[in-house]
């Protein structure tokens, strides 16, 4: 499945709870927390939460300032397309 810009950009502002324009660790949080809770007995440690959050922060994060912004957010996802 491949994401349009416009989906993209959906996503983002979904994540982004406090509209600010920027997705911090606090609100990778709150997706990591929605999906462990789906998954609750494969994904439910905090050292595991904690482990997802790094990844996705490693992943999105590119210039590693803490906060993701729009431009990182697709470009993150298309390069993992690539
Ligand atoms: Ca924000």
Same mark, same amino acid.
């Given at each position: 499945?491949t ?9 983002f502002?979904q ?7 920027? #997705?911090?660790?606090?609100e990778?949080?709150?997706?990591? !927390?929605? /999906?462990v809770?789906?998954?609750?007995d %494969? ?14 922060m490693g992943?999105?994060d #590119? ?6 912004t729009?431009? !990182?957010? /697709?470009?993150a996802?298309r390069g993992? %397309?690539?």
């Amino acid at each position: 499945m491949t994401l349009s810009d416009e989906e993209l950009t959906n996503i983002f502002y979904q994540l982004d709870t406090d509209k600010s324009g920027l #997705v911090d660790r606090k609100e990778i949080r709150v997706m990591v !927390e929605k /999906i462990v809770n789906q998954h609750r007995d %494969k994904l439910g440690s905090e050292a595991n939460i904690q482990a997802q959050i790094e990844f996705l922060m490693g992943k999105f994060d #590119v210039n590693q300032d803490g906060q993701i912004t729009l431009k !990182e957010f /697709i470009e993150a996802y298309r390069g993992a %397309k690539r």
